[in-house]
């Protein structure tokens, strides 16, 4: 059965959404991710419908390592989070070997998620910006973009009250010229070339999947709660209405940050005109274990941390 994933996903979403509306707990606690996993496999469908690839059916094997690196992603931010205090979890399950898998399993969604939208709307012909002027020399931009991104990273870990939304645009201006210099996809590589498509569809897919974290957190029994300094009324779900404006960033922090990964990877992305195509010398198998490991070994640390510090309410 063609579009079989995508069936699967509607049942989850759906059926998700039903259950937690009749008070299932089960159902309730667990709602973020059948929602998040159930949208991720309709858009696939959608994308492998309207354009024959798609990245869970054509690129599996990149898109089971996009959900290993997207956890160990997020991990980092609530690693930061332990410096801001933006935001803890509320409606926990205490037993933790429910709590650490559904933890991973939900922060696994963040980079598919993104990337899906990203590219339905890439299929969907949405294509704002694509024939601006070109950028000349972009490595003249380097010592800007590093200045940026440190100035970025290091204020709100400083500051936090004052310079907290300063980390959400740290990434891309830290990691940009180092994309861009390894040849692998980089905005900066783009606008090179007088297209700057990519960053519209990732502000706009930041967007809407923010709308979709809130209102799916909303109705999740599990969740997270924000605790943010300033700007904190009036809200939409959860989150403050200022608070959206991080999202569109953010997507673009995942797409340079996995384009940094790809370095790792000889250049292979995982987008279907460079997910198998190698610009470059890949990093040796037994580093890559090792890097491996590592972030498995930093996903349970932060698990612990994470129960420690960032848990407020438990069922």
């Known amino acids: 059965m063609r579009y079989r994933h995508g069936v699967i996903g509607l049942v989850l979403l759906l059926g998700g959404t ?41 690129r599996r094997s990149t898109f089971w390592v996009l959900c290993f690196v997207s956890a160990a992603f997020w991990f980092g931010w609530e690693l930061v989070n332990l410096r801001l205090h933006n935001w803890h979890y509320i409606g926990v399950p205490r037993q933790a070997w429910q709590r650490w898998p ?12 993104i990337f899906s ?22 490595e003249k931009l380097y010592p800007y973009f590093l200045a940026i991104g440190t100035i970025s990273f290091v204020l709100p870990l400083v500051w936090p009250r004052l310079f907290f939304p300063l980390v959400w645009v740290a990434l891309v201006f830290l990691l940009e010229p180092l994309n861009h210099r ?22 706009l897919a930041g967007l809407v999947c923010g709308l979709l974290w809130e209102g799916w957190n ?9 605790t943010i300094p300033y700007l904190a009324h009036p809200k939409l779900f959860a989150m403050p209405l200022a608070g959206f404006g991080g999202f569109p960033p953010f997507a673009v922090e995942c797409y340079v940050f996995f384009a940094t990964v790809s370095i790792l990877r000889g250049g292979r992305g995982w987008e279907r005109d460079d997910h198998d195509r190698m610009t470059r010398q890949p990093a040796p198998r037994w580093v890559i274990w090792l890097l491996g490991l590592a972030a498995l070994g930093f996903d349970v640390l932060m698990l612990r941390l994470i129960d420690l510090y960032l848990i407020k309410g438990w069922i």
């Open 18 to 58: 039903a259950g937690s509306l009749a008070g299932l707990e089960w159902v309730r606690t667990w709602y973020y991710q059948f929602a998040w996993w159930g949208y991720i496999l309709i858009v696939d469908a959608v994308i492998q419908w309207r354009s024959g690839d798609s990245l869970i059916v054509n």
């Open 117 to 138: 939208t990203y590219e339905l709307l890439q299929v969907l012909g949405v294509n704002p910006w694509s024939r601006i002027r070109p950028l000349r020399r972009p």
């Open 102 to 113: 559904g933890a991973f399993i939900a922060y696994a969604t963040v980079l598919p998620g």
């Open 182 to 203: 390894a040849g692998v996809k980089s905005l900066l590589g783009y606008w090179q070339k007088g297209d700057l498509s990519p960053l519209a569809r990732l502000l």
């Open 218 to 226: 909303f109705l999740s029994g599990a969740r997270w709660a924000y």
